[in-house]
């Protein structure tokens, strides 16, 4: 069966300090991944999504960018926390060749506070 | 206007109750439709996917008007463990990427 693991659960983090948030999948090959975050009473919204290994594709303009060096390993980063970089961070994987109908499955999340 | 829009709420109902959730989305190419569960401080996860007849799980049932955009879910015989917030996602985009309402957040009273 497929896993998804994500690290670390916490992370609390000084304005202009940089992030590092991994993501790895287990259990499948080539994964759709993506990055959402949730903001304190907000929806889910989509940050970065990859297809495949390099491919990274942005929805949103900000402060964070994502990479995918190996096919089941997704990374969030920054060089510079803002405030408004705090939330709740999900990655999520979907079955490849599958994706307009199959449903999302999510990491355990990382919540981060930048102080 | 959202893409996808749900009743703000939040629901407070006593257990056994019977509540209704209601979703609407702007993207009329949407092929796939969910519902998930989040519950507090945790990541979503996959309640059900709705499909054009209708579906049912259980205590569950899912519908979708594709004329109105429209995606409804039933909760019967609600109990303690169903007070959660309840996410209607519908595909957009050109990757067919899920597009997340805000949640309905759900509270079963004894």
């Known amino acids: 069966s497929q896993t998804i693991h994500q690290w670390p659960a916490t992370l609390v983090q000084p304005v202009g300090s940089p992030l590092s948030l991994e993501c790895t999948v287990e259990g499948t090959s080539n994964p759709n991944l993506y990055w959402y975050r949730q903001a304190a009473g907000r929806g889910l919204q989509l940050l970065f999504y990859?297809?495949?290994?390099?491919?990274i594709s942005s929805e949103v303009p900000q402060n964070l960018s994502a990479s995918r060096p190996q096919d089941r390993q997704f990374i969030l980063s920054s060089k510079k926390l803002l405030l408004s970089d705090s939330g709740f961070y999900l990655c999520a994987w979907r079955g490849w060749g599958l994706s307009y109908n199959s449903p999302l499955h999510f990491g355990n999340g990382t919540r981060l506070t930048v102080t | 206007r959202k893409e996808v829009e749900q009743d703000p709420g939040p629901f407070n109902v006593p257990e056994g109750a019977t509540v209704a959730f209601n979703c609407t989305y702007s993207?009329?190419?949407?092929?796939?439709f969910f519902w998930y569960r989040q519950d507090c401080r945790k990541e979503p996860k996959l309640l059900m996917s709705v499909y054009s007849s209708g579906n049912e799980d259980g205590r569950f049932t899912a519908q979708l008007n594709r004329a109105s955009q429209y995606i409804s879910l039933l909760i019967r015989d609600s109990k303690l463990s169903d007070s959660a917030t309840y996410l209607c996602v519908a595909t957009g985009g050109s990757q067919g990427n899920l597009i997340f309402g805000k949640g309905t957040k759900l509270s079963v009273k004894p």
């Open positions: 990859s297809v495949g290994i390099g491919q």
């Open positions: 993207n009329s190419a949407s092929q796939s």
